[in-house]
């Protein structure tokens, strides 16, 4: 039965019914949860079990020899200051475009009941676009790599890019290099293909587990690629050339703390992950 029914059929006063439902019941009215995918009970058993195994790496990492108590318990922190996220390097690709709409969300002032209604034109996403590759860590951006706008992401790109990131970190952060480059990515056809493991095996670097279908777990989707668009929001560009910049602009005037809180909040998912037993991590 719909709420507006609930009047007609008792013979009571809508106010009366509202009270009832929403201040006495506590009920309200929500969408429902976007969520990546319909996860299967193996896919949550993977989530959990790699959670898991990522948290005992941490405990080990930090001196701990006691690992068969995987998490915190109530009130406790959990701490970041291990040797993982110390070579953790972290990347992923996404689209960005030349015009992009802000969200209706964003669009949104405050106003007066004596002010006139706003109006927001509907603009549609430009279809050119091109695609960045970013890979940071808890000190911030290591390599912006952009493709062109006739080009996708594929093995032998990606190859490519991992490439220019390994001389990017010889430059900008010796230290992963000498003492073994952690790198963390989903699992994408280019990142997963035989060529590109072939490639992270010459070099010897490790690859943190990732569970299928878990963007909640991956720091660029839950951290780096909103903010982003956000901020892309109701601009347009003329050329490939001023969207880059600006780009460039952006990650460079981030404050530090922006890329260590992305970084150390891969601890806390981690535990929700487990918590939930594999459910997806709210933001």
């Keep these: ?12 006063p809508k106010s009366t019914v509202h009270e009832i439902v929403h201040d006495t019941l506590g009920y309200r009215k929500v969408s429902a949860r976007w969520v990546p995918k319909m996860l299967t009970e193996d896919h949550k058993l993977q989530r959990v079990e790699i959670s898991q195994r990522l948290l005992q790496r941490c405990q080990q990492d930090n001196g701990d020899e006691d690992t068969t108590h995987i998490g915190v318990g109530p009130g406790e922190d959990l701490q970041a200051n291990n040797n993982l996220f110390d070579n953790l390097i972290t990347g992923d690709e996404t689209w960005v475009h030349l015009n992009t709409p802000v969200t209706k969300r964003d669009s949104m002032t405050w106003k007066h009941p004596s002010s006139p209604v706003t109006k927001k034109f509907k ?65 994408a056809t280019p990142h997963s293909a035989n060529l590109t493991q072939q490639w992270l095996q010459r070099y010897s670097w490790e690859i943190l587990p990732h569970p299928a279908h878990s963007p909640d777990l991956a720091p660029s989707d839950f951290h780096l690629f909103g903010p982003l668009k956000r901020h892309l929001g109701g601009m347009a560009f003329e050329t490939e050339d001023d969207l880059i910049s600006e780009l460039r602009n952006w990650f460079d005037n981030l404050d530090l703390d922006f890329f260590r809180v992305g970084i150390n909040s891969l601890l806390s998912r981690w535990q929700k992950c487990m918590d939930l037993h594999g459910d997806y991590v709210e933001k």
């Design 1 to 12: 039965m719909k709420i507006r029914e609930i009047p007609l059929k008792f013979e009571i």
């Design 123 to 187: 603009v549609q996403t430009s279809a050119a676009k091109v695609m960045a590759t970013v890979f940071w860590d808890a000190k911030g951006v290591i390599l912006l790599h952009i493709l062109s706008q006739d080009q996708c992401i594929n093995a032998a790109r990606y190859c490519s890019t991992l490439g220019r990131l390994k001389e990017a970190i010889r430059h900008k952060r010796p230290g992963p290099l000498r003492r073994g480059v952690v790198l963390q990515h989903d699992n």
